[in-house]
């Protein structure tokens, strides 16, 4: 059965403080690992990867992906209190008509200031 | 450009009723798709529609319908409420599949409680 596991499920940590997510998945015709940011409403998209080793960066924001190791991080550093939010990591599942993404829970950061 | 819209954002049923999620893009998206948030369960597939007049089942079918009359639309149906079905409801689109170059981009969510 695919699946996503994200961890920690929380996260509290004072501004200024580097984080480190993680994202391990089983999905049986991955081709890609997406991160999600969502605060109140809609997900809002942050990164796609598709190739391992290659780091994707966005401001204080950076993720990587390990395919052999079917893992992924995203990297908050400097956090802000507009950094607090629930972290979505997918992994997108390839075949038939389209690829399907397969959510992990979420982790749920705050930021203290 | 609004992006991916969804109406109504709250909505409160008793048990048997029936009601229409709407939801509208306007970023000409092929592919369109409707997910259930439940805690501790992360986001599921409802249904997706790979194009207009063509709709399939996802992870958790049952219970829904859709429709996609339009390539701009994708309406999820409710017939008859459960309170199982008590969630918040996601529309996404993506502008192609089959490719890795798929993001999906979410609407606002419904908050739906059935009694």
């Known amino acids: 059965e695919d699946k996503v596991v994200q961890s920690p499920l929380s996260l509290v940590v004072h501004e200024g403080d580097t984080v480190t997510l993680n994202c391990s998945y089983e999905?049986?015709?991955?081709?890609?690992l997406l991160w999600y940011k969502q605060e109140k409403k809609a997900p809002t998209f942050l990164f796609m990867l598709t190739s391992s080793g290659i780091e994707k960066k966005s401001g204080r924001l950076s993720s990587i992906l390990d395919k052999k190791e079917l893992f992924s991080i995203l990297n908050i550093t400097a956090t802000q209190t507009g950094d607090s939010a629930v972290y979505l990591c997918?992994?997108?599942?390839?075949?038939?008509?389209?690829?399907?993404?397969?959510f992990g829970t979420g982790t749920l950061l705050a930021v203290q200031p | 450009n609004a992006g991916v819209t969804q109406t109504p954002k709250f909505r409160v049923l008793k048990t048997g009723q029936s009601m229409t999620l709407l939801c509208a893009q306007d970023m000409n998206h092929e592919y369109m798709y409707w997910y259930r948030q439940d805690p501790g369960m992360g986001l599921r597939l409802i249904h997706y529609s790979v194009g207009e007049g063509t709709t399939a089942k996802g992870e958790v079918p049952d219970g829904y319908n859709v429709s996609r009359l339009k390539k701009q639309n994708f309406l999820l149906g409710l017939e008859s409420a459960a309170p199982s079905q008590t969630s918040v409801y996601f529309c996404?689109?993506?502008?192609?599949?089959?490719?890795?170059?798929?993001?999906?981009?979410f609407g606002p969510g419904t908050r739906l409680t059935v009694l």
């Open positions: 997918a992994a997108s599942r390839g075949g038939g008509a389209t690829n399907k993404l397969i």
């Open positions: 996404a689109s993506s502008f192609s599949s089959g490719s890795a170059t798929d993001t999906q981009y």
């Open positions: 999905v049986t015709n991955f081709r890609s």
